[in-house]
C-alpha cells in the first residue's frame, strides 16, 4: 500500500454530466498528480499540483480541472462528459514537484455512457 | 502522445525463468523508472535510474540504461507467478512522468 487513496473506486456517468474525483496524498507528500489510463494504454499525465497551484498540464482540454488543499489533498473535476472519457484514473503523490519517485493510488474506473 | 514504447507487448514465461522487457523513448530524460501494474489497478514504482547510471539492481529486479540508444531493459530473474502484470517504463522530465503502453508478462506455473 502506498498511503495515496482514491474515491471513488467505480463511477459510472451520462455523457454531458459532470464528476469530481478525490486523492488524499501520501502523508509528507506535497505534490499530486493525476493520470488518465485508457484501457490497453499507458497512463496519460492530465496536471500537476505543488503546494495548492498547478505546477503543468498536459494535453487536456479546459474541461479538466483541478484543485489541490492546504492539506495537500486534491481533485479532479471533468464537466461536460464525453464517452472516450472513460478511463482509470490516477492519481500520484511525490515529494517535490520535479521528477521524482510517484506513489500512485488504486484509481477510479470512470465509465460513461 | 507517449514518450516511451515497451518491447514487447506480451511476454508469456515459464515460472523460474528470466523475463527481460526493453524501453525506447524520444527525447533526453533526467531519469527513467519502471512500474508494475496489477489487473488495471494502481502502479508501483518498482526502479529509478538516472541519466548519469548505467545499471542498478533491487532484489530480483535489474535494470540498464543506454542513453545514448535512449533506450532501458529491465530483467525479472527467477519469475514467480506473483510477477503476472503488466510493466510500465516512465520518463521524468520536469514536472510529469510519460509512459509507455506496457509489456504485459504472465507467468506460467
Known amino acids: 500500500e502506498t498511503g495515496v487513496t482514491q474515491s471513488p473506486t467505480h463511477l459510472i456517468k451520462t455523457r454531458g454530466q459532470q464528476v469530481t474525483l478525490r486523492c488524499s496524498s501520501q502523508?509528507?507528500?506535497?505534490?499530486v498528480s493525476w493520470y488518465q489510463q485508457a484501457l490497453g494504454q499507458g497512463p496519460q499525465f492530465i496536471f500537476q499540483?505543488?503546494?495548492?497551484?498547478?505546477?503543468g498540464r498536459g494535453n487536456f482540454p479546459p474541461r479538466f480541472s483541478g484543485l489541490q488543499f492546504p492539506n495537500y489533498s486534491s481533485e479532479l473535476n471533468v464537466n461536460a462528459l464525453e464517452l472516450d472519457d472513460s478511463a482509470l484514473y490516477l492519481c500520484?503523490?511525490?515529494?517535490?514537484?520535479?521528477?521524482?519517485?510517484?506513489?500512485f493510488g488504486q484509481g477510479t474506473r470512470l465509465t460513461v455512457v | 502522445s507517449q514518450q516511451g514504447e515497451e518491447d514487447p507487448q506480451a511476454l508469456s514465461i515459464q515460472e523460474g525463468e528470466n523475463a527481460t522487457m526493453n524501453c525506447s523513448y524520444k527525447?533526453?530524460?533526467?531519469?527513467l523508472q519502471w512500474y508494475r501494474q496489477n489487473s488495471g489497478r494502481g502502479l508501483v514504482h518498482l526502479i529509478l535510474?538516472?541519466?548519469?547510471?548505467r545499471e542498478k539492481h533491487s532484489g530480483r529486479l535489474r535494470v540498464t540504461l543506454d542513453t545514448s540508444k535512449k533506450s532501458s531493459s529491465l530483467l525479472i530473474t527467477a519469475s514467480r507467478a506473483a510477477d503476472t502484470a503488466s510493466y510500465f517504463c516512465?520518463?521524468?522530465?520536469?514536472?510529469?512522468?510519460?509512459f509507455g503502453a506496457g509489456t504485459t508478462v504472465t507467468v506460467r506455473a
Open positions: 500520484a503523490s511525490s515529494l517535490g514537484a520535479g521528477h521524482t519517485e510517484a506513489f
Open positions: 502523508s509528507g507528500h506535497n505534490t
Open positions: 499540483y505543488y503546494r495548492e497551484e498547478e505546477n
Open positions: 527525447t533526453s530524460i533526467n531519469n
Open positions: 535510474i538516472r541519466s548519469n547510471e
Open positions: 516512465a520518463t521524468g522530465n520536469d514536472y510529469k512522468l510519460s
